[in-house]
T-cell receptor
Framework: ETGVTQTPRHLVMGMTNKKSLKCEQH?????MYWYKQSAKKPLELMFV???????ENNSVPSRFSPECPNSSHLFLHLHTLQPEDSALYLC???????????FGPGTRLTVT | AQSVTQPDIHITVSEGASLELRCNYS??????LFWYVQSPGQGLQLLLK??????LVQGIKGFEAEFKRSQSSFNLRKPSVHWSDAAEYFC????????????FGQGTRLTINP
């Protein structure tokens, strides 16, 4: 595997479910990001991790819980989501917290 | 606060025609500027970036962009588009608020007519 991978690529979940999104980067980077991409809205930065430490939480609701066990892996734990949380969730990585970010293909999440 | 405006939500051009996608930014200092492309079902791919120096920057896939400070613009151009260029294009400005982060425009969807 090369670059940034995300699993699953598609996820449908009910509002009472608990699920997790996974991101893995194979670029040797040490910063990782979660973005939310909704229709007709700009990309929204959710979380930033640098050397496994969270450096930014962009006022994200607590039903989204990130986890970064090491510099190569990033998770987004989801629970009691709302239909408006349906979106494409993109993971990215960079060398340090840099503007030159490399994106994964995203997880298309549908909340029913 | 930093912001990016892409005035055109959707543009259609014929294959072989020239292309210009507009981007205007708002930022108090010298900006770091980027263009990304997103094909259907894919993540974002960096096309080109401007940090400093020559205001005309070359990117991948035959794209170029010109930074014009007086107009606060960073328009993306390609002299002759190919059907494979159909995608969504995002302009972004780099901002420093603690961590470095990107602020994106809403995107321009490009359709290519055969």
């Amino acid at each position: 595997e090369t670059g940034v991978t995300q699993t699953p690529r598609h996820l449908v979940m009910g509002m009472t479910n608990k699920k997790s999104l996974k991101c893995e980067q194979h670029l040797g980077h040490n910063a990782m990001y979660w973005y939310k991409q909704s229709a007709k809205k700009p990309l929204e930065l959710m979380f930033v991790y640098n050397f496994k430490e969270q450096t930014e939480n962009n006022s994200v609701p607590s039903r989204f819980s990130p986890e970064c066990p090491n510099s190569s892996h990033l998770f987004l734990h989801l629970h009691t989501l709302q239909p408006e949380d349906s979106a494409l969730y993109l993971c990215a990585s960079s060398q340090d917290t840099s503007y030159e970010q490399y994106f994964g293909p995203g997880t298309r999440l549908t909340v029913t | 606060a930093q912001s990016v405006t892409q005035p055109d939500i959707h543009i259609t051009v014929s294959e072989g025609a020239s292309l210009e996608l507009r981007c205007n930014y708002s930022y108090g200092a010298t900006p770091y500027l980027f263009w990304y492309v997103q094909s259907p079902g894919q993540g974002l791919q960096l096309l080109l970036k401007y940090f400093s120096g020559d205001t005309l920057v070359q990117g991948i896939k035959g794209f170029e962009a010109e930074f014009k400070r007086s107009q606060s613009s960073f328009n993306l151009r390609k002299p002759s588009v190919h059907w494979s260029d159909a995608a969504e294009y995002f302009c972004a400005v780099g901002a420093v608020t603690g961590a470095q982060k990107l602020v994106f425009g809403q995107g321009t969807r490009l359709t290519i007519n055969p």
